[in-house]
C-alpha cells in the first residue's frame, strides 16, 4: 500500500473533531465490544441478507465483534497519536478480507448508520451532536480509507465487486489425516485461474443443508497444480458443548467430486517477498496449509533460498501435508525440517515432544519468519525469536479467524 496514505493520515481528522476523539477515545474503547455487540444484531436484524455474508461462527464467539471493536479504536487512535503504531498493515487485512466477500462501497452507509446507533445506544446521553459528528468523522476516514484499497484491490484482482465469486468443480477429495481433507477445484467457468500468491487465501461460499448460505476462508494450499488450486480443510469440532465448525464439518463430511463451490479471488498480503533472505515457516495445526505452497513457490523460483520448516501438532498421525512438504523441501539446496509433537511415536526419533521451542533450533541471521497458527501458538513463537534477537518487523503471521491481535501488537519487545 501506498505509504503516502499513512503519512497523510494524521491531518485527515479535523482539528475540532481531534480534540473531541482525543477527550472520548478511553471511554469509547471501554465500551467498544459492547457497542458492537449491540451493533450486528441491529444491522442484521434490518439486512437479513448480511447473515449469509458474516461468518456466524465468529458472531457466536464474538471474536468478529472484537475484531472491529479493537479496529475502529486503534484507528481512531492512529488518528489522534503521532506516535501511535503503523496502521497500514491492519488497513490492508480488512481491505482483503472485505474483497474475498464482495464487499461493496454503498454498504459502508448500512454499517455506519448501524455502528453509529450502537454508539448512541450504549452510550446514551453521554453521546453530544459534538461527539457524535467527532466519531462519525473517524468512520468515515476509515470507510473512505478502506473503500480506496478495496477498489484498488478488486481492479488489481481483475474482479467486478457486483460479481466477486466464480464457480470452481470439486474435481478430487483427498482424505490427508483422519480430520483434515484436501479438495482439488478447477474453474467451472470459461476463464482460467487467477494469479496466486503463495500464503493467500480464498473465501468460499457453501450452501448448507440447513438453508444457511456461509462463507469461510482457505489458504490456497498449493498452487502447483496448472489449472486447479487445493484447499486443505481441518475438521473444526466443537469443545465444551460448543457445536462442531459447520463448513470444515460440511466440506469433510458431505461435499463430493463433481459439485460446485462459490469461489472468491485470491486475496491476502501474507506472502513471501522476493528476496533472496533466509526464511522459517512456523506452523502449527491447519496452518501448514500456508507452508506447503510458500516451499513450492521457493523450490520453484530460488532453489537456493534457505527455507526452515518446524511444525507442531498433536501426533504425526495429524500432521497433514508432511510428506508432500518433504518432497518438495528436497528439490531445494538448504532445506531443514522439524517437527513437534504432544504425543511422539515410539519409533520416531527425530521429533521432538511438546510444544514447540525454538530457543535451540539454529537460525540464520536476517532470517525472514512466516508463522500461522493459533493465536498463543504465534505469540509464543513471536517472542522466542524476538528474544533471540529476531527484528520485529521481520516477523509475519496469518491468523485463520478475525485478527484480534494486529490491532494490539507492539512493534517491539515488551518484555525486559
Ligand atoms: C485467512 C484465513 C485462512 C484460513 N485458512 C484455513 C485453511 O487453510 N484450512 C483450514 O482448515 N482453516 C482455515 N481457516 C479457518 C476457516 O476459515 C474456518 O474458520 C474453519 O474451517 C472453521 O469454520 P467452521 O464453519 O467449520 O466453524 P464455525 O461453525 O465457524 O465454528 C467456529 C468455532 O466457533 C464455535 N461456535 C460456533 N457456534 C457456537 C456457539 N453457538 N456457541 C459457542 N461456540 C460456537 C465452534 O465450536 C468452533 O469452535 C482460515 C481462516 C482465515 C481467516
Ligand atoms: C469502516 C468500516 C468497517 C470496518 C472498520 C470494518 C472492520 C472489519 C474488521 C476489523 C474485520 C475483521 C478482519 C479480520 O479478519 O481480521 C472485518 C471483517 C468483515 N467485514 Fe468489515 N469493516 C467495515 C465495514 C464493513 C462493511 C461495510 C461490510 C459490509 C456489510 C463489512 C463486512 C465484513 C465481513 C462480512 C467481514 C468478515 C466477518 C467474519 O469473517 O466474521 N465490513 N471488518
Redesign the pocket.
Known sequence: MSTTLQEATPSLLSERSAAVVAATAGVVAAHAEQITARFYPRMFAEHPELLRVF????Q??GEQSRALAASVVAYAVHLIDPEAPPFDRVLERIAYKHISLGIRPEQYTIVGYHLLGAVGEVLGDAVTPAIADAWNEVYWLFATQLVAEEARLYQQAGVDPARPLRPYRVVRKIEETQDVISLILEPADEAGLPEISPGQ?VSVFVDLPNGQR?P????V?STALGNRLQ????R?R??NG????????YLNDHITVGETLEVSAPA?DFVVQSSNGPLLLASAG?GI?TVLPIVEHIARTQPNRTVIVAHADRTAQDHALRDTVLHVGRQLDNFTAYTWYETVGPDDHRSYQGFMDLTEIPLPANIQVFTCGPLPFMRHIRSTLLDRGVSADSIRY????PDLWAAQIPDEPTHP
Do not use: H
Open positions: 461468518n456466524q461462527g465468529n457466536a464467539t487465501y456461509q469461510r476462508q482457505y489458504t494450499s484447499i486443505t480443510v481441518r473444526v466443537g469443545a460448543a457445536p462442531d465448525g459447520q463448513v470444515s464439518t491476502g491447519a496449509t496469518e491468523v485463520f479467524g
